[in-house]
Each structure stands twice: as structure tokens, then as C-alpha cells.
């Protein structure tokens, strides 16, 4: 059986190294003064000397304990110096300095709550949270994870100000100097993550190879369309059908709208005209006459060599009539031979009554106005023919299989609607784009990919990239302040704990929701912990008050107990977290904050400032 010691207690140790100091000084010095052998008192003294080295090492290893628990200054890194790190955690990883955290840790922690961390150190006023958490271990080294444990995605939990954003410049960076494909969603559009994933493009060597997308700043982004890559033309509709939202399961004026999208890509694609979303409102507002005659036309030049469009329709007055004349060409002479399921969907939406139409379309225009108005317009809907457009034209399978680096700002702040479905439709092509790496494997890269306030862009073809997307080679990396956030953008409990199943690694930095903290020390091991139980008693005898007796005692019990109490979580400080690997590991670590090289001196001058303050510096404020 293992001993029970704390170091919580009152120094002992230290007390007798001093005593015995003090008494073998003394006997020393005053040898000469007693009418005794002198010999006598030097044997002594070193007698002292020896019983005081005999406690000295208890009494360091009590102070070395002690003296992490006022925490450690902050640390500060450039990308250089984080290459080298790479370098050294080859094939890793990194997720800064920190320690293991294991049942040692957990008994420490457990005894130190009962005895009152400010009793043993002084914390100072500008501190944010329990800095004596990472004193709990006497050292700290690198922490770092094999790449394959990451294939199983990572969540990153924590409140505003924690610290989700400097991890995620530290992960970002690290993935564009292994040199991959980066994909980075970011509601809020924050301007230092972009700046630094910028920086890491030049330090890996290939600058060329960042673009970035920003509604705010249209004359700055790239193009992007989000309707540019899908396995079957159904995709596509479905994707924004997604965005409209519904108070029922089954809502009919949604299940018309893709009905009706779906017929119009159909047609689109017919004619080889790629569809997106300012052809579809186009359609959906104005009519699908035009459409239904091109694609009448194309249909039947392919399967009837003798058709002659010209001479079939040089009666018709006006382009109804030339659509009636071809609907009834089509239905006579090529449907009974070689029908057409689009071109009958696409006869019957122009046949439908127009007012009825408009109404059931209806739920479907203010999505599609939001996506394509003003300079949204032809940054989701690029067209590659316009000469007088120079910004760059992305594509999804482009950035991925060109091994670009993509920052994607959402600006969520200024329109939260025009930014969740922007996210989505980026999110639904990318779950399409992993399908078909999964189903072929063309360019089998590894692909990193970073969603910042995830329960943003939350929606069906999110839950099957996390399910799907390792087999394709994606590491998804996903933050959020709270699982609720999960649930209240899903509508459904059960769906946000799915999404929860499907990431096997997290990082969770200072979470002040209870059922978050809850959910994640339930999935950390229990541990036995010992406690020492003190019982005092008295008693007298009632026809006796002279005949007393008492007794005390202690003794060591042991119980099971959690690994780390979940009320803790709400005590990390900024940059500090508990992580949960896949494989078990536990481990209790702390963040560098990714400056650039021209900040690092001032930052080594600020080291002891609040992370507040470092926030601020990184910022050049």
C-alpha cells in the first residue's frame, strides 16, 4: 500500500533543517567557550549538519510544489519558433507546454480544495481563475499528440475570451507549414487569425497560395461558389433548401421550393449551363420560360436528328408561343420514344399556375435575395467569362486539391442570417467534396479543416462530414462556447449529442456552463481518492461530572472520485485547458500566444502581464 502524504500541510521539513542549523551554528561557534573538549561540540555540529541535509531534500521538494501554484508567465512564440518546435515533435502535434494529467494530480488538486488555495498563495487582482491548477505538477514539458489522433476531429469548448481563437492560430499554422490543404470558417471574421494564416503561408514558402473570402470587404475577397461542386444535381437543391427555415418536419411550401429548384438545375445542367444561385432566383422570380424552351430544344436536336427548331417554331408570335408549339412537339414525336423525367418536370412548373407557383416559392425568396444582392451577388455566383471582374475565382475542390490555405470570414456580426447560410452552403459542398474522395480517393491529401462558433453554420451535412470525413483524409477542428449551443441551433438534443459523438478529441479551456462541464468530466476515467477522516469525542457521566474521558483519532479512508471536479472548468484561467485524447489521455496544458517576430521583444518585456493585456499587445495595441 502506498503512502499518504500531502504537501499542504505546515513545512516540517523545513522547520528541522532550520533547527538543526541553528543548533550545529551554535555548538560551533561557541566550541571555545566552555570549559569542555571542544572536540565534543564540532562532533556535534556536524551531527547537526548531517540531520539538517537528512530533512533538506523533503523540505525542497514541499517549496518546488509550492511555488508553481502562483502559475507561470506567459508564453509567446513566433511562427519561426513554432516551425522549429515542429521540428523537434516531428510527425506530431503540438499543443504547447503542460503535464499529464493523471490520479497524482487529481489527489493534490482534491486535498489542496479542502485546505483553501489562498492560504498558500498570494494571487494577484489582475489573475483570472485558478493559476495553481498548473502548479500541481512539478514540471512541465511539450505536449504533444501522434497526427493520427487527430483524424478523429477535435472539439474546442470554452467561454468568450478563454482563448478558442489563439489555439486556433496555433493549429492552423501548424497544419499550413506540414503543408496541406487549409479551410478556415470564421463567423466572427477575425482579422489576426487571417493575418496569421497569411504570415504561415510566406514562412511554409508558398504565398501564392492564400485567399481569402470576406463579404464586408467584397473588392478584397476572392470569388467563391458555393454550388460548384455535387454528385448528383438533388444535392444542390437540397443544400438551400436546408436554409429555409421550417416549424414542421414536413413542410409543404419547402418540399415545393427544392422541387421546383431541383426541376430548374435539372435544366440548367441540360442546356451545359452550371447552375447558381442568382440563375436560380432568376428563374424562380421571373419564369421558367426561357429555360423550358432552350431546354426543349437541346433535348430534342439530341434525340431526333431531323428536328428543325427554326422551321417548328417560325409561326409563333412571341416566346409563349414557341414554347407551347415545342411542348407540343415534344409530347407528340419524342416523349412516346425517348421521355425525358426533366423535361416533363421542367413542362409542368411552366404549366403550373403562376400565382399558386409564386406563393409556394415563396419561403424560398428571402434566402435567395440575401445570397445574391448587391456585391454578394457576384462573389457567390462568379461568373469566369466577365473580363471586368480581376478578383481571383475559388472553387471548393480547387482550394482543397491545389493545396490552398482558404480563410473564410462570414462577418456574422453585421448579418447573422446572410452568414449561417453562407456557412452552410460552404459546409454541404465540402461534405460532397469528401464523398467523392471517399468514394474515389482522388488526391487523397490530408485536409484541415477549422470552424470557429460552430453552431453557426450547424446543419445535416455537418453531423455527416464529422461522420464520414475521416475516411476521406479531413481533420475537423470545431469550436463552441457551450454544447447548448449545439442543441439550440439543431433544435434537437439528439442531434447535437451526435455531433458530440463523432469528435473523439477535446480541448476544453475555461467552460462556465454546468451541463457542458458535466458532459465532459463524465467522459474522464474515476479515479480512487484518499481522504483523512479526524473524529474527536468527550464524554462524562451524568452522576459524575468529575469522570471524564475523551478520545481522538484519524484515519484514512478511500473513495471513488472524479479525475477532475467539474466546477474546475470554470476556474482555467485564459490559455490554460484540460485536454481529452483519443486513446485516454488526459492532459493539463497551457497556450504560447502566436505573435509576429516585430512583437516578440515587447512581448518578452510584458511576460508577466494579464492575458488580457498580451490580447491587446498581439494586436500591436
Not at 533538506?56 to 510544489?65: H, V
Request: hydrophobic share 45%.
Amino acid at each position: 500500500m502506498d503512502r499518504y502524504h500531502t504537501p499542504w500541510r505546515s513545512n516540517f521539513e523545513a522547520v528541522a533543517v532550520a533547527l538543526w542549523l541553528l543548533l550545529g551554528a551554535f555548538a560551533y561557534a561557541s566550541a571555545g567557550h566552555w570549559q569542555l573538549h571542544s572536540a565534543a561540540f564540532q562532533t556535534f555540529a556536524l551531527g547537526a549538519l548531517a540531520m539538517a541535509l537528512t530533512w533538506l531534500p523533503g523540505a525542497l521538494r514541499m517549496r518546488a510544489i509550492r511555488a508553481g501554484l502562483a502559475g507561470r508567465a506567459l508564453a509567446f512564440v513566433t511562427a519561426g519558433q513554432l516551425a522549429e518546435t515542429m521540428h523537434r515533435v516531428q510527425g506530431q502535434l503540438w499543443l504547447g507546454r503542460g503535464f499529464e494529467w493523471e490520479r497524482e494530480q487529481a489527489q493534490l488538486a482534491h486535498d489542496l480544495l479542502r485546505v483553501g488555495p489562498s492560504r498558500l498563495t498570494a494571487l494577484s487582482p489582475t489573475q483570472i481563475g485558478a493559476y495553481w491548477l498548473h502548479g500541481l505538477a512539478p514540471r512541465e514539458d511539450d505536449l504533444a499528440v501522434p497526427l493520427s489522433t487527430i483524424e478523429g476531429h477535435m472539439l474546442v469548448v470554452g467561454t468568450t475570451g478563454a482563448g478558442k481563437t489563439r489555439l486556433f492560430d496555433l493549429l492552423i499554422t501548424q497544419a499550413v507549414l506540414r503543408g496541406e490543404a487549409v479551410l478556415i470558417i470564421d463567423p466572427k471574421g477575425d482579422r489576426e487569425l487571417r493575418d496569421n494564416a497569411r504570415r504561415a503561408c510566406v514562412l511554409a514558402g508558398r504565398p501564392e497560395k492564400f485567399a481569402a473570402f470576406h463579404p464586408a470587404f467584397p473588392e478584397q475577397s476572392c470569388r467563391i461558389d458555393p454550388m460548384a461542386s455535387f454528385g448528383r444535381h438533388t444535392e444542390l437543391a437540397s443544400r438551400i433548401a436546408a436554409l429555409v427555415p421550417s416549424e414542421t418536419g414536413a413542410d409543404p411550401f419547402k418540399a415545393f421550393g427544392q422541387m421546383a429548384m431541383s426541376h430548374i438545375i435539372a435544366g440548367l445542367l441540360l442546356v451545359e449551363e452550371r447552375p447558381n444561385l442568382v440563375k436560380l432566383r432568376h428563374y424562380l422570380e421571373g419564369g421558367v420560360d426561357a429555360l423550358v424552351e432552350r431546354a426543349l430544344a437541346t433535348y430534342c436536336a439530341r434525340v431526333d436528328a431531323g428536328f428543325d427548331r427554326d422551321a417548328l417554331v417560325s409561326r409563333a408570335r412571341d416566346g409563349q408561343g414557341r414554347v407551347q408549339t415545342l411542348i407540343r412537339h415534344y409530347r407528340s414525336r419524342i416523349a412516346p420514344r425517348h421521355p425525358s423525367s426533366v423535361i416533363d418536370g421542367l413542362v409542368n412548373m411552366h404549366e403550373h399556375e403562376r400565382v399558386h407557383f409564386s406563393k409556394m416559392v415563396a419561403s424560398l425568396m428571402p434566402v435567395l435575395v440575401m445570397l445574391t444582392s448587391g456585391p454578394l451577388g457576384p462573389l457567390l455566383s462568379p461568373d469566369a467569362q466577365d473580363p471586368d471582374d480581376g478578383r481571383d475565382l475559388m472553387r471548393m475542390t480547387d482550394l482543397i486539391n491545389d493545396g490552398y490555405v482558404a480563410y473564410i470570414g462570414l462577418d456574422s456580426l453585421s448579418d447573422g442570417m446572410v452568414g449561417s447560410a453562407i456557412g452552410s452552403l460552404l459546409i454541404a459542398e465540402l461534405t460532397a467534396i469528401a464523398g467523392d474522395r471517399y468514394n474515389y480517393g482522388v488526391n487523397n491529401q490530408p485536409v484541415s479543416v477549422f470552424i470557429d462558433e460552430a453552431a453557426e453554420v450547424m446543419n445535416d451535412p455537418f453531423v455527416q462530414l464529422l461522420n464520414k470525413g475521416r475516411g476521406a483524409k479531413l481533420r475537423v477542428t470545431v469550436a463552441t462556447q457551450s454544447f447548448a449551443d449545439f442543441a439550440a441551433r439543431t433544435g434537437s438534443r439528439d442531434k447535437a449529442t451526435q455531433v458530440l459523438a463523432n469528435l473523439n478529441n477535446l480541448i476544453a479551456l475555461r467552460v462556465l456552463d454546468a451541463e457542458t462541464q458535466t458532459y465532459i468530466t463524465d467522459s474522464l476515467p474515476k479515479i480512487r481518492l484518499k481522504t483523512v477522516m479526524r473524529t474527536q469525542a468527550s464524554s462524562t457521566q451524568s452522576d459524575n461530572p468529575l469522570l471524564y474521558s475523551g478520545n481522538a483519532g484519524e484515519r484514512l479512508i478511500e473513495e471513488e472520485g472524479e479525475l477532475l471536479p467539474p466546477a474546475l472548468l470554470g476556474h482555467l484561467p485564459n490559455l490554460e485547458y484540460i485536454g481529452r485524447l483519443a486513446g485516454g489521455r488526459t492532459i493539463k496544458g497551457r497556450l504560447p500566444i502566436l505573435v509576429a517576430p516585430e512583437h516578440l521583444s515587447e512581448a518578452a518585456t510584458s511576460k508577466h502581464a494579464s492575458p488580457a493585456a498580451a490580447g491587446a499587445l498581439t494586436h500591436g495595441r
